[in-house]
């Protein structure tokens, strides 16, 4: 099971760090991610981190959004930094990459909403 949390409202240039907490195995040996979704718009896979910790992030958030693990804890970060009102999401933590924002375990998602 995947639980995110830390989401909420911000201004824009503000920062927001996303926890998810995971249980029930260990994800250490997975790929895991964070994938966000706006109301109409396509969901979009912001960062993914490998079990031998290669990151990879989308151009939009290169540079702003930092994915990390601790492996001991089970626990995915996602630190946000210089938030833009584009980044107003559903953002949802995810494990065992199959493809692009295509994963096999999904948490219920976090909200995050940045005002300008």
């Known amino acids: 099971q995947l639980m995110e949390s830390g989401g909420g409202s911000v201004q824009a240039g503000g920062s927001l760090t996303l926890s998810c907490a995971a249980s029930?195995?260990?994800?250490?040996?997975?790929?895991m991610g964070w994938v966000r979704q706006a109301p109409g718009k396509e969901r979009e896979e912001v960062a993914s981190?490998?079990?031998?910790?290669?990151?990879t992030y989308a151009n939009s958030v290169e540079g702003r959004f930092t994915i990390s693990m601790n492996n001991a804890k089970n626990i995915l970060y996602l630190q946000m930094n210089s938030l833009t009102p584009e980044d107003t999401a559903m953002y949802y933590c995810?494990?065992?990459?199959?493809?692009?924002?295509?994963?096999?375990?999904w948490g219920q998602g976090t909200q995050v909403t940045v005002s300008s």
């Open positions: 981190i490998a079990s031998d910790g290669k990151t």
């Open positions: 029930g195995d260990t994800f250490s040996t997975y790929c």
């Open positions: 995810a494990a065992d990459c199959f493809g692009y924002a295509d994963f096999g375990h």
